[in-house]
């Protein structure tokens, strides 16, 4: 009798404790509810940044975002690794970290200059015909001279790899298979690393109302991408009517890829053939160069930076809005040199309160709240252009942040200017390039690997001061700020060579 009344009593335990995890779970899940309509209603950004997405990205981040406690574990791992490979290259001069970081992209290349033992250079010539022309050089350079620090470097590498098979082990081939394409989209890992509470909450919603929110971010995902074909419209149009905004654009772009690009010459017209561009990430357990002040996942093509280029048959054809990338060495470096251009960005912002674009918070970060802009001559371009400018704002100087010191403006512009320039006469709007990220090419080189003539000046010597806002998250990534979709089949041409971020003037 003891024995039954005792069983008995076990059992009702088991039922009360299953009954309360029961009720504690429902609660927990009504309160995720209310945070995130919360968090959405304050601030939609986010959301919006997470609609952008295709749908196939959508599904891997809300997959991968009902387990948090994964992201936080690699969170760790990649900053345990990142100070690792970091001390590895620790001592390299600035060239040379950066050519580390570049083949640090091409992991399977990698192991094969550090399989056989330090290669002999015919040895780097022959293995490189199978991978972008881009990475020649840098390999050519290190790949027998730094052959300690690449063998250090894909150690880690498979340590990394067997580490992050461990870690995803447990979980189901669903779960497996999306933070797997994750890693390969460092730039949308990272942004849900840094936005965790948020993601955590997206999760939650989308494990207790999957179809829901599916149907919500499809709606809200046609929306954006039909709010964005018609301010992309509205921004070539305002500039195709301001020819002084129109030819500071073409100056100001010459002289981004003549600083930032490695002197690549914009005039050369860019083809057809380069519709779609891969280019490889950075490793996502390394990040990106450490002394880049802004998340810069991907080396782009200037042109996906100025968002125009030059077209076969002579004119400019307009791809996209202006990355930050490039909006923000603009107004570093030359706050003043290009008023009516800055102006078309003030007069844009104003015109589009509610863009779904990363550009709004671009002209508040280096408009509203630069102290080198002369804001009174904004105004007198104002009073002849649109009259928007408050009339109290010419005479407002925003406070300078502490430690910040002004960044000098170069006296005369650069020397580098094209003597001939194609005809400027605007194109038909068309689509940015499609900018994918791929494996590396499979096809061989046709012509063999020769070292440019010229080389990047050197890099900042400093990290640069750490900016205000927050830059990793859905609305400021940029490799699928115009992109729909991901890939399903690699394309073999290659990407051009960016010289490595803001230098010193």
């Known amino acids: 009798m003891r024995i039954g009344k005792q069983i008995r009593v076990e059992l009702f335990r088991g039922f009360l404790t299953i009954f309360l995890l029961s009720c ?16 959405i209603e304050k601030d939609s950004t986010l959301l919006n940044g997470l609609a952008g997405y295709d749908t196939e990205v959508r599904k891997d981040i809300l997959t991968v975002a009902r387990h948090p406690e994964v992201l936080t574990k690699m969170s760790n791992m990649q900053n345990e690794s990142k100070a690792t490979f970091e001390s590895i290259i620790q001592g390299l001069d600035r060239d040379t970290q950066f050519g580390i970081y570049e083949l640090s992209r091409y992991p399977d290349l990698i192991k094969e200059l550090t399989a056989q033992g330090k290669p002999k250079k015919k040895d780097v010539q022959n293995i490189i015909l199978t991978y972008p022309e881009e990475i020649h050089e840098a390999a050519l350079s290190y790949g027998r001279k730094k052959h300690k620090s690449l063998l250090a470097i894909d150690n880690l590498n498979d340590k990394n790899e067997n580490d992050f098979k461990a870690l ?14 994750l890693v390969e989209t460092p730039e949308v890992l990272s942004t849900m690393v840094d936005n965790l509470e948020f993601t955590r909450l997206a999760g939650s919603v989308y494990q207790q109302y999957p179809a829901e929110m599916d149907r919500k971010l499809k709606v809200l995902h046609n929306q954006i991408k039909e709010q964005k074909a018609k301010e992309l419209a509205d921004y070539q149009e305002k500039l195709k009517e301001d020819p002084e905004a129109y030819q500071e654009m073409l100056d100001a772009a010459e002289q981004f890829a003549s600083e930032e690009m490695a002197n690549k010459n914009i005039t050369d017209p860019v083809t057809q053939e380069v519709d779609v561009v891969h280019v490889n990430h950075y490793s996502y357990w390394y990040g990106y160069p450490h002394w880049y002040g802004y998340p810069y996942w991907r080396p782009y093509p200037w042109y996906y930076h100025t968002g125009f280029y030059y077209g076969p048959r002579g004119g400019v054809i307009f791809i996209g809005m202006p990355s930050y990338w490039y909006v923000g060495w603009h107004h570093r470096y030359y706050p003043n040199r290009y008023p009516h251009l800055t102006y078309h960005y003030y007069r844009h912002s104003h015109r589009h309160p509610r863009s779904t674009y990363n550009f709004n918070r671009t002209v508040n970060v280096n408009i509203d709240r630069n102290i080198n802009i002369d804001r009174s001559n904004l105004a007198r371009i104002d009073n002849n252009r649109s009259k928007i400018i408050p009339k109290q704002w010419p005479n407002e100087r925003p406070a300078a942040r502490p430690g910040t010191q002004p960044v000098q403006r170069p006296v005369t512009k650069p020397s580098t200017r094209p003597v001939t320039r194609p005809e400027a006469r605007p194109s038909q709007p068309t689509q940015r390039p499609v900018t994918r990220p791929t494996q590396p090419s499979t096809r061989p080189a046709t012509r063999p690997a020769t070292r440019p003539t010229t080389r990047p000046a050197t890099r900042p010597a400093t990290r640069p001061a750490s900016p205000p806002v927050r830059y990793n998250n859905y609305r400021s990534n940029e490799s699928f700020r115009q992109n729909w979709s991901r890939p399903t089949q690699p394309v073999q041409r290659p990407a051009a060579r960016p010289s490595g971020g803001f230098r010193r003037r």
Request: hydrophobic residues 40%; aromatic residues 14%; positive net charge.
């Open 168 to 181: 995803i082990g447990n979980y189901d081939t669903n779960f497996q298979s999306s933070i797997k394409r």
């Open 24 to 39: 504690f779970v429902v609660v927990q899940a009504q309160s995720d509810v209310k945070q995130f309509k919360a968090i």
